[in-house]
């Protein structure tokens, strides 16, 4: 095969992914502020978004529900995503993402301590999580370094973490119950309780971590060469992985504090973009952030239709979706050795 | 130019390699050969700098690695291990992360840098395998892959930890073909081996190890049939008479 053939080809596939993704995404946004138990004309929406609202209550509807709501699910979405993708990364597993290893339940219960020790202060909610989610990432780390730990061992150490930390934020809600709001909706992980207030404290845990994802991308392409290949081409191999579990950290903390224990779009969408797209890091970003925000609306909008005018935590919809998907990885063997 | 001077390192207490120096002229194509766990790989991944020497010097180029900066010394030594992940990756793909230690900070490639990737897959004359993702390549695809990264990195020294291991004679007839083109082409290779005929063959230079101790650094033809090879192998070497032979050296008790 001449040279030439081989640099024609060398453009990655499936360029039109990204657009797509972008353009879903923007249409369920408008969905998701458009659709609820009072339905609002598309037209109507755009209008208010525009700053023509109609009246008072659209108006309210709009900005102070649907939106913030919305919002949410973008930036939960694309955190957990970009995690998941992360974490699998410099773990050099693909089984693990932030619910599964348990870094969403380090967070959660640094979230809840914070509600007891510290409540109404929501500055140190959001840092407490980024610091209970950074802690676990560093440990879940340190046992697969020293023990050599295979994949499922890691998936099991991080169930057992994973429990204990639930334990302990089952043991201080069961005693004061006043700590969490909305204790469905955390557990599950969902949309309900959110208000502007969280997103501006979360929203820049998120943006910054997705921006140093964005930095970092090109390097994780080598880190998972493994650490010689990555340190003979030059890599700060260390240096780098402690900057990409310190950007996981923050976009799972950012997640937690927005969604609760939101689980599987930290599994799934990294894996399936992984598959369309190939493993370049530098793409995968972008399309695990898009991607990761897709679901989470699609499965929030479900979430408030499916059973109107009741409403069921976006999160019971994910396991739907995401706990098959689990199994499948776990019983793929094919797929396995693909990744190990 | 390679300088190993009195370099010592122990694991948990246990001595891996005692006292070794040695040089490695520029354009040089050295062997390290020895029985398992005798600190071949160790002492190629000293002089790679991804273990340092509790005592001793390694220099590069007359500086210390230690001083070297990380990328500037990734642009001079490509190393290759014997053991990696392989992940699912088009092979051009891993080609082109050869060229990391070039790429500014977003770590994009350049036109430049395409065309040393498209370089270094026709030097491997591995165009055939540069669409094919890693883990459906066989033993000696990959390997053939492994080593076009390496040439893209377009560094002019090769630290290869035994690039023939597991292979078919065939393929490892071909791998080694290719690093003596490489060698031709001006780079110094310093490698692991474990088939000594293969090593007397190829190699300018043999070094004999054993337990974390450098015994002898000489030309091929100079060690052959000694008695130093039957200590530490328990057989030696001899020069072959067949004109066919695939190497002219053959194990001799």
């Known amino acids: 095969m001449p040279i030439s053939s081989i640099s024609s080809t060398r453009s990655p596939n499936r360029r039109w992914l990204a657009p797509l993704l972008a353009a ?77 290893i348990g870094v969403n339940a380090g967070a959660g219960l ?20 980024f ?21 499922i061992t890691l998936v099991l150490a991080g169930v057992a973490v994973s429990s204990i930390f639930t334990a302990a934020i089952d043991t201080l809600v069961t005693l004061y119950p006043e700590l969490l709001m909305d204790r469905a909706s955390f557990y599950i992980g969902g949309f309900r309780a959110v208000d502007w207030d969280s997103l501006l404290f979360a929203g820049p845990y998120v943006l910054l971590g997705l921006a140093a994802a964005v930095l970092l991308a090109g390097r994780v392409n080598v880190l998972i060469l493994g650490d010689e290949v990555a340190a ?100 793929n063997r094919q797929r396995r050795r693909c990744f190990d | 130019m390679i300088e190993l001077e009195h370099v010592s390192l122990s694991f948990a207490g246990k001595p891996a390699i005692s006292e070794v120096s040695a ?106 395998l540069a669409e094919a993702e890693l883990p459906v390549l066989s033993g000696g695809e990959r390997q053939r892959v492994f080593l076009a990264a390496a040439v893209a990195q377009e560094t002019d020294c090769l630290l290869l930890d035994e690039p023939t291991t597991y292979l078919d004679t065939h393929y490892q007839i071909e791998i080694m073909e290719l690093v003596r083109q490489l060698h031709q082409s001006g780079k110094t290779v310093l490698m692991v081996a474990h088939d000594l005929p293969q090593a007397f063959t190829y190699a300018d230079t043999v070094c004999i190890m054993q337990e974390g101790r450098l015994l002898a650094a000489a030309a091929p033809q100079a060690l052959c049939g000694s008695e130093l090879l039957r200590e530490v192998f328990g057989y030696t070497l001899r020069r072959s008479t067949d004109a066919g032979a695939l190497y002219p050296y053959y194990l001799s008790r």
């Not at chain 1, 023509?52 to 900005?63: C, E, K, M, R």
């Not at chain 1, 640094?110 to 999580?129: E, I, N």
């Not at chain 2, 990756?89 to 060229?99: C, D, I, T, W």
Request: charged content about 15%; overall charge positive.
């Open chain 1, 24 to 100: 879903v995404g923007l249409l369920l946004l408008l969905a998701s502020i458009s659709l609820g138990a009072a339905p609002l004309p598309l037209p109507e929406v755009v209008r208010t978004l525009l700053g023509q609202a109609p009246d008072t209550s659209t108006y309210n509807i709009v900005f102070f529900a649907r939106l913030p709501r919305s919002l949410a699910c973008v930036l939960a979405g694309t955190a957990l995503a970009v995690a998941g993708l992360l974490l699998q990364a410099v773990l050099n597993n693909s089984l693990a993402s932030p619910g599964i």
């Open chain 1, 110 to 129: 640094a979230v809840v301590l914070s509600a007891f020790f510290f409540p109404g202060l929501l500055f140190v909610r959001t840092l407490a999580a």
């Open chain 2, 23 to 128: 040089v490695f002229p520029r354009g040089s194509f050295t062997c390290l050969i020895g029985a398992n766990g005798c600190g071949k790989t160790t002492l190629l991944k000293l002089i790679a700098h991804l273990l340092k020497p509790e005592s001793g010097k390694v220099r590069f180029d007359g500086r210390a690695l230690d001083d070297w900066p990380r990328l500037a010394l990734a642009r001079r030594l490509a190393y290759l291990p014997q053991t990696r992940p392989l992940p699912a990756l088009p092979a051009y793909m891993l080609v082109e992360h050869g060229r990391f230690p070039y790429l500014g900070f977003a770590k994009r490639l350049t036109a430049a840098d395409h065309a040393a990737v498209a370089r270094a897959i026709g030097a491997t004359q591995s165009e055939a």
């Open chain 1, 232 to 331: 003979s081409l030059g890599l700060a191999v260390e240096r780098c992985r402690f900057l990409v579990i310190l950007c996981a950290a923050a976009l799972a903390a950012g997640a937690v504090c927005i969604a609760g224990l939101l689980g599987f779009v930290g599994l799934i969408v990294p894996h399936i973009m992984r598959l369309l797209a190939g493993n370049d890091h530098r793409r995968l970003v972008w399309l695990t952030a898009l991607a990761g925000a897709d679901i989470t609306l699609f499965c929030d909008i479900l979430a408030r239709l499916l059973f109107a005018p009741y409403e069921i935590p976006v999160g019971i919809l994910l396991s739907f979706l995401g706990a098959p998907f689990f199994l499948y990885l776990l019983l």
């Open chain 1, 131 to 151: 610091a209970g989610a950074f802690g676990i990432c560093l440990l879940v780390y340190a046992v697969a370094r020293k023990t050599g730990a295979s994949r």
